[in-house]
């Protein structure tokens, strides 16, 4: 399974970024996803992450409430909806995926494939 993510870009303070993450392969449909992030000089987080059958999702607190990750099983896509972003969400932006099931004690780590980042700025 190979991933590619895209839709970075430089935005305002409170504006909406959507970040797409294409897969190749079919069998990311039957894959657990997730989307990191990693700031200058910090340590890669996760900031989303969605099961294997697209029924439950979970956030850190960070974004609850204004991040959404979302699936296409058809477009082997996953999405990332990203609302009222501030200049703490500039980071590089990774989309993974991984074969074993997760929960929310386990969303956080586990991702055996990943793709190239894309880059998200938030100005103030």
């Known amino acids: 399974v190979q991933l590619q993510a895209s839709g970075g870009g430089l935005v305002q303070t409170g504006d909406s970024l959507r970040l797409s993450c294409a897969a190749s392969?079919?069998?990311?449909?039957?894959?657990?996803k997730g989307w990191f992030r990693q700031a200058p000089g910090k340590e890669r987080e996760i900031v989303a992450a969605?099961?294997?059958?697209?029924?439950?999702?979970w956030y850190p607190d960070s974004v609850k409430g204004r991040f959404t990750i979302s699936g296409d099983s058809a477009e082997n896509k996953v999405y990332l909806q990203m609302n009222t972003l501030t200049p703490e969400d500039t980071a590089v932006y990774y989309c993974?995926?991984?074969?074993?099931?997760?929960?929310?004690?386990?969303?956080?780590?586990?991702?055996?494939?990943w793709g190239q980042g894309t880059q998200v700025t938030v100005s103030s």
């Open positions: 993974a995926a991984r074969s074993n099931a997760i929960s929310s004690g386990t969303y956080q780590s586990g991702y055996g494939y």
């Open positions: 392969g079919r069998a990311f449909r039957n894959l657990a």
């Open positions: 969605i099961s294997r059958n697209g029924v439950h999702t």
